[in-house]
């Protein structure tokens, strides 16, 4: 069985850091490109990156080029990142790791995932 779980969200203030960790079972993160995505109250679920099997290639959504967002990876743990920085209101959300069918990223950021975490709430507030 396919599982991702993901933690470390939680309350953090405006500038403040948080890493985000998504751990695989059932399958290894050798095979597999792994994204991060998130979901703000009343907005449409968006891609925030996208990190490939062997983790050589990151690619990252638009809207997230100002590279607050870091996603890394440890295959040995099969565990994927999200490093966010500068943390500021509209990043309140909750963060889904999600499992891509291919090993590779593409442009389109967004595109081809496969299975979903259950994701982390993360609240920006003073």
């Known amino acids: 069985q396919l599982l991702l779980a993901e933690s470390g969200g939680g309350s953090v203030q405006p500038g403040g850091s948080l890493r985000l960790s998504c751990v695989a079972s059932?399958?290894?993160?050798?095979?597999?490109?792994m994204g991060w995505f998130r979901q703000a109250p009343g907005k449409e679920r968006e891609a925030i990156g996208c990190?490939?099997?062997?983790?050589?290639?990151?690619?990252y959504e638009a809207s997230s080029a100002e590279r607050r967002f870091t996603i890394s990876k440890d295959n040995a743990k099969n565990k994927v990142y999200l490093q966010i920085h500068s943390l500021k209101f509209e990043d309140n959300a909750v963060y889904y790791c999600?499992?891509?069918?291919?090993?590779?990223?593409?442009?389109?950021?967004?595109?081809?995932?496969?299975?979903w975490g259950h994701g982390t709430q993360v609240t920006v507030s003073s």
């Open positions: 059932g399958f290894t993160l050798d095979d597999v490109a």
């Open positions: 999600a499992r891509r069918v291919f090993s590779y990223c593409v442009t389109s950021v967004g595109t081809r995932f496969g299975s």
């Open positions: 990190i490939s099997n062997s983790g050589v290639t990151t690619n």
